[in-house]
Protein backbone atom coordinates (compact mmCIF):
# COMPACT_ATOMS: atom_id res chain seq x y z
CA UNK A 1 0.00 0.00 0.00
CA UNK A 2 1.36 3.22 -0.85
CA UNK A 3 0.47 6.44 1.89
CA UNK A 4 -0.24 9.19 -1.11
CA UNK A 5 -0.98 12.00 0.94
CA UNK A 6 -3.03 12.73 4.99
CA UNK A 7 -6.16 11.05 3.35
CA UNK A 8 -5.27 8.98 0.62
CA UNK A 9 -4.00 5.91 -0.14
CA UNK A 10 -3.24 3.08 -3.03
CA UNK A 11 -3.46 -0.37 -2.53
CA UNK A 12 -3.02 -2.68 -5.28
CA UNK A 13 -4.66 -5.59 -5.68
CA UNK A 14 -3.67 -8.70 -7.81
CA UNK A 15 -5.34 -11.79 -8.22
CA UNK A 16 -8.56 -11.06 -6.82
CA UNK A 17 -12.32 -11.56 -8.92
CA UNK A 18 -14.38 -8.92 -9.46
CA UNK A 19 -16.38 -9.55 -6.94
CA UNK A 20 -14.91 -9.91 -4.27
CA UNK A 21 -12.57 -6.60 -5.04
CA UNK A 22 -15.81 -5.05 -5.23
CA UNK A 23 -17.09 -6.27 -1.66
CA UNK A 24 -13.74 -5.34 -0.13
CA UNK A 25 -14.22 -1.53 -1.53
CA UNK A 26 -17.52 -1.37 0.00
CA UNK A 27 -16.08 -3.19 3.10
CA UNK A 28 -13.58 -0.60 3.37
CA UNK A 29 -15.52 2.56 3.02
CA UNK A 30 -17.87 1.20 5.51
CA UNK A 31 -15.31 0.30 8.27
CA UNK A 32 -13.70 3.94 8.12
CA UNK A 33 -16.98 5.40 8.40
CA UNK A 34 -17.76 3.45 11.19
CA UNK A 35 -14.35 3.47 13.19
CA UNK A 36 -13.21 7.28 12.21
CA UNK A 37 -16.90 8.41 11.23
CA UNK A 38 -16.20 10.66 8.08
CA UNK A 39 -17.73 8.84 4.58
CA UNK A 40 -15.27 7.67 2.20
CA UNK A 41 -15.37 6.53 -1.43
CA UNK A 42 -13.40 3.45 -2.95
CA UNK A 43 -12.18 3.50 -6.77
CA UNK A 44 -10.80 0.65 -8.51
CA UNK A 45 -9.26 0.14 -11.80
CA UNK A 46 -6.14 -0.93 -13.65
CA UNK A 47 -4.14 2.30 -13.21
CA UNK A 48 -3.28 4.77 -10.52
CA UNK A 49 -5.20 7.26 -12.57
CA UNK A 50 -7.79 5.55 -13.15
CA UNK A 51 -8.29 4.44 -9.98
CA UNK A 52 -8.47 8.22 -9.32
CA UNK A 53 -11.04 8.67 -11.69
CA UNK A 54 -13.22 5.80 -10.87
CA UNK A 55 -13.03 7.32 -7.08
CA UNK A 56 -14.46 10.59 -8.63
CA UNK A 57 -17.04 8.92 -10.45
CA UNK A 58 -18.08 7.02 -6.89
CA UNK A 59 -18.28 10.01 -4.77
CA UNK A 60 -20.32 11.69 -8.15
CA UNK A 61 -22.37 8.98 -7.28
CA UNK A 62 -22.69 9.13 -4.04
CA UNK A 63 -21.67 4.86 -4.15
CA UNK A 64 -18.87 3.58 -1.78
CA UNK A 65 -17.13 2.22 -4.06
CA UNK A 66 -17.06 2.10 -8.33
CA UNK A 67 -14.73 -0.07 -10.17
CA UNK A 68 -14.15 0.32 -13.68
CA UNK A 69 -12.32 -2.79 -15.49
CA UNK A 70 -13.72 -2.93 -19.12
CA UNK A 71 -12.86 -0.72 -22.12
CA UNK A 72 -16.41 0.32 -22.10
CA UNK A 73 -16.84 0.54 -18.30
CA UNK A 74 -13.77 3.38 -18.54
CA UNK A 75 -14.77 5.07 -21.63
CA UNK A 76 -18.48 5.67 -19.69
CA UNK A 77 -16.67 6.74 -16.42
CA UNK A 78 -14.75 9.12 -18.50
CA UNK A 79 -16.72 10.33 -20.76
CA UNK A 80 -18.91 12.07 -17.57
CA UNK A 81 -15.83 13.56 -16.10
CA UNK A 82 -14.18 17.12 -17.44
CA UNK A 83 -10.46 16.71 -18.35
CA UNK A 84 -9.65 18.83 -15.09
CA UNK A 85 -11.44 16.03 -13.06
CA UNK A 86 -8.38 13.94 -14.14
CA UNK A 87 -5.23 13.26 -11.21
CA UNK A 88 -2.74 16.27 -12.41
CA UNK A 89 -4.39 18.48 -15.14
CA UNK A 90 -4.55 21.63 -13.88
CA UNK A 91 -6.59 24.74 -14.75
CA UNK A 92 -4.50 26.34 -16.89
CA UNK A 93 -3.55 22.97 -18.70
CA UNK A 94 -7.61 22.42 -19.14
CA UNK A 95 -7.25 25.76 -20.56
CA UNK A 96 -5.08 24.47 -23.16
CA UNK A 97 -6.62 21.25 -23.78
CA UNK A 98 -9.88 22.94 -24.44
CA UNK A 99 -8.73 24.63 -27.34
CA UNK A 100 -7.21 21.03 -28.61
CA UNK A 101 -10.71 20.29 -28.41
CA UNK A 102 -10.06 18.25 -25.28
CA UNK A 103 -13.44 18.80 -23.16
CA UNK A 104 -13.97 15.72 -21.29
CA UNK A 105 -11.13 12.75 -19.57
CA UNK A 106 -12.41 10.53 -22.45
CA UNK A 107 -11.08 12.94 -24.99
CA UNK A 108 -7.94 12.80 -23.46
CA UNK A 109 -7.94 9.28 -23.41
CA UNK A 110 -8.11 9.17 -27.12
CA UNK A 111 -5.78 12.09 -28.25
CA UNK A 112 -2.85 10.83 -29.77
CA UNK A 113 0.03 10.83 -26.69
CA UNK A 114 3.01 11.87 -28.88
CA UNK A 115 0.84 15.21 -29.83
CA UNK A 116 0.59 16.11 -25.51
CA UNK A 117 4.29 15.10 -25.57
CA UNK A 118 4.72 17.66 -27.74
CA UNK A 119 1.87 20.58 -26.58
CA UNK A 120 2.98 19.66 -23.28
CA UNK A 121 5.45 17.52 -21.21
CA UNK A 122 5.86 13.92 -20.75
CA UNK A 123 4.32 13.99 -17.40
CA UNK A 124 0.75 14.47 -19.45
CA UNK A 125 1.80 12.16 -21.49
CA UNK A 126 2.32 9.97 -19.10
CA UNK A 127 -1.18 10.47 -17.94
CA UNK A 128 -2.87 9.61 -21.21
CA UNK A 129 -1.12 6.25 -21.56
CA UNK A 130 -2.32 5.66 -17.76
CA UNK A 131 -6.12 6.86 -18.96
CA UNK A 132 -5.41 4.10 -21.66
CA UNK A 133 -4.77 1.35 -19.19
CA UNK A 134 -0.88 0.90 -19.66
CA UNK A 135 0.62 1.59 -15.81
CA UNK A 136 3.22 4.64 -16.22
CA UNK A 137 2.94 5.31 -12.60
CA UNK A 138 4.46 2.81 -10.11
CA UNK A 139 3.17 2.32 -6.54
CA UNK A 140 5.49 3.70 -4.07
CA UNK A 141 5.70 1.48 -1.11
CA UNK A 142 8.61 3.69 0.46
CA UNK A 143 8.32 7.42 -0.41
CA UNK A 144 10.92 9.61 -1.29
CA UNK A 145 12.92 12.15 1.37
CA UNK A 146 11.18 15.17 1.33
CA UNK A 147 13.60 17.96 -0.11
CA UNK A 148 11.07 20.77 1.24
CA UNK A 149 9.21 20.13 4.76
CA UNK A 150 6.18 22.88 4.96
CA UNK A 151 4.26 22.86 8.88
CA UNK A 152 1.52 26.08 7.62
CA UNK A 153 -0.55 26.61 10.68
CA UNK A 154 -3.10 29.22 11.21
CA UNK A 155 -5.53 30.41 14.25
CA UNK A 156 -9.40 30.68 14.96
CA UNK A 157 -9.27 34.31 16.61
CA UNK A 158 -7.20 37.56 16.64
CA UNK A 159 -3.71 37.44 17.31
CA UNK A 160 -1.88 40.15 18.40
CA UNK A 161 0.41 38.79 20.92
CA UNK A 162 4.29 38.55 20.23
CA UNK A 163 4.14 35.69 22.80
CA UNK A 164 1.35 33.63 21.06
CA UNK A 165 3.38 33.67 18.23
CA UNK A 166 6.46 32.79 20.03
CA UNK A 167 4.84 29.69 21.53
CA UNK A 168 2.94 28.85 18.45
CA UNK A 169 6.38 29.02 16.85
CA UNK A 170 7.82 27.08 18.80
CA UNK A 171 5.67 24.15 18.95
CA UNK A 172 5.64 24.16 14.57
CA UNK A 173 9.74 24.37 14.88
CA UNK A 174 9.84 21.26 16.99
CA UNK A 175 7.11 19.27 14.73
CA UNK A 176 9.49 20.16 11.86
CA UNK A 177 12.21 18.28 14.10
CA UNK A 178 10.15 15.47 14.27
CA UNK A 179 9.61 15.51 10.30
CA UNK A 180 13.15 15.70 9.96
CA UNK A 181 14.37 12.99 12.12
CA UNK A 182 11.75 10.74 10.62
CA UNK A 183 13.25 10.68 7.86
CA UNK A 184 16.87 11.23 8.93
CA UNK A 185 17.73 14.59 6.86
CA UNK A 186 18.88 18.07 8.09
CA UNK A 187 17.86 21.37 7.26
CA UNK A 188 20.30 24.20 6.18
CA UNK A 189 17.65 26.84 6.07
CA UNK A 190 14.58 27.80 7.85
CA UNK A 191 11.76 29.96 6.45
CA UNK A 192 9.39 32.25 8.73
CA UNK A 193 6.76 33.65 7.08
CA UNK A 194 3.57 35.78 8.69
CA UNK A 195 0.25 37.49 7.24
CA UNK A 196 -2.84 39.14 8.35
CA UNK A 197 -6.08 37.95 7.03
CA UNK A 198 -6.59 39.80 3.74
CA UNK A 199 -10.34 39.68 3.71
CA UNK A 200 -10.29 41.80 6.74
CA UNK A 201 -10.31 45.20 5.07
CA UNK A 202 -10.52 47.09 8.22
CA UNK A 203 -7.22 45.85 9.89
CA UNK A 204 -3.94 46.65 8.54
CA UNK A 205 -2.15 44.10 6.23
CA UNK A 206 0.94 42.69 6.64
CA UNK A 207 2.75 40.07 5.17
CA UNK A 208 6.61 39.39 5.22
CA UNK A 209 8.89 36.60 5.71
CA UNK A 210 12.62 35.62 6.52
CA UNK A 211 14.76 32.98 5.72
CA UNK A 212 17.39 32.10 8.43
CA UNK A 213 20.35 29.92 7.39
CA UNK A 214 21.46 26.80 9.87
CA UNK A 215 24.83 26.01 10.58
CA UNK A 216 25.75 23.27 10.78
CA UNK A 217 22.47 21.86 9.45
CA UNK A 218 20.53 19.89 11.79
CA UNK A 219 17.33 18.40 12.59
CA UNK A 220 17.77 19.49 16.51
CA UNK A 221 14.39 20.68 17.87
CA UNK A 222 16.11 22.90 19.88
CA UNK A 223 18.08 24.73 17.86
CA UNK A 224 14.97 25.18 15.03
CA UNK A 225 13.08 26.49 17.72
CA UNK A 226 15.98 29.22 18.64
CA UNK A 227 16.34 29.93 14.92
CA UNK A 228 12.42 30.21 14.24
CA UNK A 229 12.04 32.79 17.16
CA UNK A 230 15.01 34.61 15.80
CA UNK A 231 13.30 35.04 12.39
CA UNK A 232 9.99 35.83 13.92
CA UNK A 233 11.81 38.48 16.23
CA UNK A 234 13.19 39.73 13.21
CA UNK A 235 9.90 40.13 11.08
CA UNK A 236 7.26 41.01 13.98
CA UNK A 237 5.44 44.11 13.75
CA UNK A 238 3.24 45.64 16.69
CA UNK A 239 -0.43 46.76 16.19
CA UNK A 240 -1.30 43.52 12.95
CA UNK A 241 -3.60 41.41 14.06
CA UNK A 242 -6.35 38.31 12.00
CA UNK A 243 -8.31 36.05 12.14
CA UNK A 244 -10.26 33.04 10.51
CA UNK A 245 -8.95 30.00 9.65
CA UNK A 246 -5.99 31.08 7.94
CA UNK A 247 -5.01 34.41 10.26
CA UNK A 248 -1.38 34.77 11.43
CA UNK A 249 0.31 31.92 9.31
CA UNK A 250 3.34 30.68 10.42
CA UNK A 251 5.35 28.87 7.75
CA UNK A 252 8.76 27.14 7.66
CA UNK A 253 10.70 25.64 4.44
CA UNK A 254 13.60 23.96 4.60
CA UNK A 255 15.58 22.02 2.36
CA UNK A 256 16.41 18.70 3.79
CA UNK A 257 19.48 16.90 3.00
CA UNK A 258 21.10 13.66 4.16
Given amino acids: MEIYSIDEAFLQLRDMGADLAESLG ?4 DT ?11 GMAPTKTLAKAANRTA ?9 METEGQIDDALRELSVDDVWGV ?11 GVDTALDLKHISPMLIRKHFNIILERTVRELNGEPCIPLELSPPR ?6 SRSFGKLVTSYDDLAAATATYAARLGEKLR ?3 TYAN ?6 ATNPFRSQDKQYTTGVSVPLV ?26 SKRPASWHSTWWMPARN
Fill in 59 to 67: KNQGCRSFK
Fill in 26 to 29: DHIA
Fill in 146 to 151: KKQIIV
Fill in 32 to 42: VRKWIGIPVCV
Fill in 216 to 241: PATSDSTMLIAAAHAGLKAIYRKGHC
Fill in 182 to 184: QQG
Fill in 189 to 194: SLYVWI
Fill in 90 to 100: SSRWKRRLNRL
